[in-house]
């Protein structure tokens, strides 16, 4: 079946530690997108990719970086320069609307 | 500039009874309007569009929203709640130009009352 797999679902990290979220998709789909959640404040974006080996910032890029090598993979990765990194990250491709994996949760400890 | 407010976080309903969550956006360009629902733990489910056809929109699981510009305001209903029907649900609004942008609400949580 065509979806988007975020692994792991349940992650959990040291202070000062850099870990990656990965998103795989095999919906064909050009776009695709990181969100964060926190309790109360809906989703923000941390980055998109309109295409392969491109992509930009969104609203709260600081302390994240990604990649896009391939179509079908968009990893993020939550650096040590994150300074409250704990919360529900979503990845999401896009075509008329968005199509959401299942989460990553990240605690850090 | 494009924003959109839910009202009220928190909504609770009795089983049966009409759900109304309110969501009105802010949009300099003709709008793009979803609604979207999230269980627990889970990622976000498309429960309905609004892309300038009807502005009555039906979706999934009973729900429907109606777009009206004059209030500016896109809030969704069903007319009998059912217990399945606790969850999160956001409010996204986008723009027609196509851009990448997707503007998300804070989002409402649903409690079902037996």
């Known amino acids: 079946d065509g979806g988007i797999t975020q692994s792991p679902k349940y992650l959990f990290r040291k202070e000062g530690q850099n870990v990656t979220l990965s998103c795989e998709q095999n919906?064909?789909?050009?776009?695709m997108y990181w969100y964060r959640q926190d309790p109360g404040q809906g989703l923000r974006l941390i980055y998109y990719?309109?295409?392969?080996?491109?992509?930009q910032k969104g609203d709260i890029a600081e302390g994240y970086s990604v990649s896009r090598e391939k179509k079908e993979s968009f990893p993020l990765t939550v650096t040590s320069a994150q300074k409250n990194p704990t919360a529900f990250y979503l990845c999401?491709?896009?075509?008329?609307?968005?199509?959401f994996g299942e989460g990553s949760r990240l605690t850090v400890l | 500039a494009q924003s959109v407010t839910q009202l009220g976080s928190h909504v609770s309903v009795s089983e049966g009874a009409l759900v109304l969550l309110r969501c009105n956006y802010s949009?300099?360009?003709?709008?793009?309007l979803f609604w979207y629902v999230q269980y627990p733990n889970q990622g976000l489910q498309l429960l309905l569009k609004?892309?300038?056809?009807?502005?009555l929109v039906k979706g999934i699981n009973g729900f429907e929203a109606e777009f009206k510009k004059s209030e500016t305001s896109f809030h969704l209903t069903k007319p009998s709640a059912h217990m399945s029907d606790a969850a999160e649900y956001f409010c996204?609004?986008?723009?027609?130009?196509?851009?990448?942008?997707?503007?998300f609400g804070t989002g409402t949580r649903l409690k079902v009352l037996a």
């Open positions: 999401a491709t896009r075509k008329g609307e968005l199509f």
């Open positions: 919906l064909n789909h050009d776009a």
């Open positions: 990719s309109q295409i392969v080996n491109d992509f």
């Open positions: 949009s300099s360009v003709p709008p793009y």
């Open positions: 609004y892309t300038s056809a009807a502005t």
């Open positions: 996204a609004v986008s723009d027609a130009s196509g851009t990448y942008k997707y503007i």
